[in-house]
């Protein structure tokens, strides 16, 4: 059994409606909170990582979209201006760049 804290247990949700929040286990308790509380109850820290690597690949760029196609649901093509040059994002989180003579 898991005891909701803070601002997940300030609320009573309605019949059906979801909300999201972490399970914490601290000795032989578990908490439910959101992830904004994480840091008032635990010694976790929360951080964004953003991470650039470059893969080698010799092929068309609008084959390597096709096939991401075939295997996600969204792909969609950046504008230029939002990029150095033909670029693409899958599932709004990772964005595929073009660069020649890397």
Not at 4 to 28: N, S
Not at 53 to 60: D, F, K, L, Q, V
Not at 67 to 79: D, H, N, T
């Amino acid at each position: 059994m898991a005891k909701t804290i803070r601002r997940l247990a300030e609320k009573t949700p309605e019949v059906g409606e979801t909300d999201c929040g972490f399970l914490v286990k601290k000795a032989f308790t578990y908490q439910i909170m959101a992830l904004d509380d994480l840091h008032v109850f635990s010694q976790l820290t929360i951080e964004n990582i953003s991470q650039r690597i470059t893969i080698a690949y010799s092929g068309a760029f609008g084959v390597l979209k096709h096939r991401l196609k075939q295997i996600f649901e969204s792909v969609e093509s950046l504008p230029d201006e939002e990029s150095e040059g033909p670029a693409f994002r899958v599932h709004e989180r990772l964005t595929l760049l073009l660069t020649i003579g890397c």
